[in-house]
């Protein structure tokens, strides 16, 4: 018999009246049986169009709609299985159904993480996702065998209408050993629960957009605003976003831009449970609670705790480098950090790496630069402006940013830098803010300094000698509705913009001709007052041709009709 639709929502877990648990197997609505005995293999549906499964757990040759299919498309499907019980994700994922599809046929299933299953095991689950059939186990009699091996059961019944249940038997009570196991290995205590309805951290702020995944879940979706977050809860940065986590227990965390960051629940066993985190990738900050001891995990599964001493909370960064090194530096405060029965006090400004469950050698921080020029608050013309800080020695290159705003939400630089100076060729207009921060020969990055702001000023246009219509304060008069506006002029260089707004400062702009070549269109605008502008494009700059004019739409006045007063009598 072909099952032909595994997947966990088939998959129950039955107590059985003697005290075992049983798997019960169900919706045999797609099942074929084979005609002999032992099962040969089936013709593909009639039309080749038609999909006889769940996408997310069919095999390759059931999407290509191959002539034959056989038994071994079940047991790609148990791979499918097991693979999300141990990784908590599917092995082959996209973000349309379309792509999903292909990417079953065409990529290769995703790694598992280091240390997520034994060898035996992982190699087994790894071996069912094969693409081509002749690779993946051949019976589910193998599959009872490595599986039993790895976690003992009583026998199962040998009858071939009993081999599936067995296997998924034996596959539940592994995956369920295995997660206790690791977990266990990992905390050296007891497991948490794998969810409660309790809540265990929020999601206190976010700036810009945070994506969040839950355990079950596979893609990454828009964060609300002040979430609950639970156990093996995941958030996502991306550019320039940011994202605070309060714990319940008791502290918080702030997960800076490009980071992924996994929420776990603390140890229930524990004299003083601390929060846990994850961190995937990307770097968090915050400060660490007298008598609360942070417990994270590099990104290749290694624990770490930081525990503030000395009385009073300790302020503390970590940050994931792409070789699975998390570096744990102490901004404020001192603090003990402890892995693989080594411990290791920090003081502020120190920084030690954790490599493959490791500590290293306690570093001093690189301090940031002294910003030189330009000065603070200082008046620029619009031109290229020179940004200049001191050198920082032992500091490899250094990190610069600039933006529109002094809390750095919104970029126009983000960039590494050789030396000790950055040329900004063609400021904006306006008021601007710098920053920067040492980074040494490994890339262990120093804390920006205090930033500093300039103002450009915008260079004075010379008086146009554009001729342009509508002149200034016109006036066009209609009869009902809105107007056909002709704008034409004469000079200038194309590509050229024209804005019509409702304000002076054209903020509010209600219509926007952008890269005109030509020098003249039509704008339908309803009655009201109107400010419009011509502008050259050049690049990334815009720059005014002529000063803003002032237009006024009217409805035209019906003429007013006397008529004589007759005074009449009929005869």
């Known amino acids: 018999m072909v099952h032909r639709d595994l997947k966990p929502a088939n998959i129950f877990l039955v107590q059985q009246p003697d005290g075992p648990m049983r798997v019960k197997l169900l919706d045999f609505g797609l099942a074929k049986l084979s005609e002999e005995t032992h099962v040969r293999g089936e013709p593909a549906p009639k039309n080749p169009e038609t999909l006889v499964g769940t996408p997310e757990y069919m095999s390759p040759e059931q999407i290509r709609g191959v002539e034959a299919v056989d038994h071994r498309i079940d047991i790609y499907s148990l791979g499918v299985v097991l693979y999300e019980m141990v990784a908590l994700r599917r092995p082959i ?23 997520s299953a034994p060898p035996p095991l992982e190699r087994l689950i790894m071996q069912c996702l094969e693409k081509q059939p002749d690779d993946r186990p051949p019976s589910a009699e193998e599959l009872v065998q490595v599986v039993r ?3 003992p059961r009583e026998a199962a019944r040998r009858r071939p209408a009993w081999i599936w249940a067995a296997v998924l038997a ?40 945070v994506k969040h995944r839950s355990r079950e879940g596979v893609h990454w979706a828009a964060a609300r605003p002040r979430m609950d977050l639970f156990h093996l809860d995941g958030l996502k940065t991306g550019a320039g976003a940011r994202a605070e986590v309060t714990f319940r227990v008791g502290g918080s965390l702030q997960v800076d831009e490009r980071s992924v960051v996994l929420i776990e629940a603390p140890d229930p066993t524990a004299s003083q449970p601390g929060p846990v985190a994850r961190i995937k990738s990307g770097r968090v900050r915050g400060t660490a609670a007298v008598g609360r001891p942070l417990l994270f995990y590099t990104p290749d599964g290694k624990l770490g705790k930081l525990t503030a001493t ?44 954790l490599a493959q469950g490791r500590l290293g050698a306690p570093l001093a921080l690189l301090p940031y630069p002294a910003l030189l020029a330009p000065g603070v608050d200082e008046q620029i013309d619009a031109r290229p402006v020179v940004l200049r800080w001191e050198a920082v020695p032992k500091a490899a290159r250094y990190r610069l940013q600039v933006s529109t705003m002094m809390a750095f939400d919104h970029r126009t ?30 890339g ?19 008086p146009s000698s554009v001729e342009a219509t509508p002149p200034d304060n016109a006036v066009v008069k209609v009869a009902e ?29 209600v219509v926007a001709r952008s890269r005109m070549t030509t020098r003249s269109t039509e704008v339908t605008l309803a009655p009201g007052i109107y400010y419009w502008r011509l502008f050259e494009i050049k690049g990334a700059k815009r720059d ?3 000063p803003a004019r002032r237009l006024v739409v009217r409805k035209k006045q019906p003429p007013e009709l006397h008529l004589p007063e007759i005074d009449w009598k009929p005869k």
């Not at 994922?93 to 240390?115: C, F, H, K, W, Y």
């Not at 830098?417 to 040492?438: D, M, N, Q």
């Not at 262990?444 to 010379?462: D, I, L, P, Q, T």
């Open 149 to 151: 091996s790895l976690a």
């Open 544 to 546: 005014p041709v002529i």
């Open 310 to 353: 000395g009385g009073k909370p300790a302020a503390f960064r970590l940050v994931a480098r792409d070789d699975g090194t998390v570096g744990v530096a102490v901004l404020k405060g001192t603090a003990k950090i402890e892995a693989a029965g080594r411990t290791i006090e920090l003081q502020a400004g120190r920084v030690v790496d």
């Open 170 to 209: 034996a596959l539940v009570v592994a995956g369920v050993a295995l997660f206790a196991l690791i977990s266990r290995d990992r905390r050296s205590s007891a497991p948490p629960p794998a969810r409660t309805e309790r809540p265990i951290a929020a999601l206190k702020n976010q700036w810009q957009e």
């Open 413 to 442: 630089e983000d960039r590494m830098v050789e030396g000790t100076s950055r040329l900004l060729a063609a400021p904006s207009p306006g008021s601007c803010a710098w920053r920067v921060a040492s980074v040494d020969q490994a």
């Open 481 to 509: 509705g809105p107007a056909q506006i002709p704008f034409r002029w004469a000079g200038g260089r194309p590509p050229f913009l024209v804005l019509v707004a409702r304000s002076p400062t054209l903020k509010r702009f």
């Open 93 to 115: 994922v996209a973000s349309s159904m379309g792509g999903l599809l292909v990417n079953i046929v065409t990529e290769p299933p995703r790694p598992l993480e280091p240390d």
């Open 444 to 462: 262990r990055e120093g804390e920006f300094g205090f930033a500093r702001r300039f103002s450009v000023r915008a260079a004075a246009s010379a």
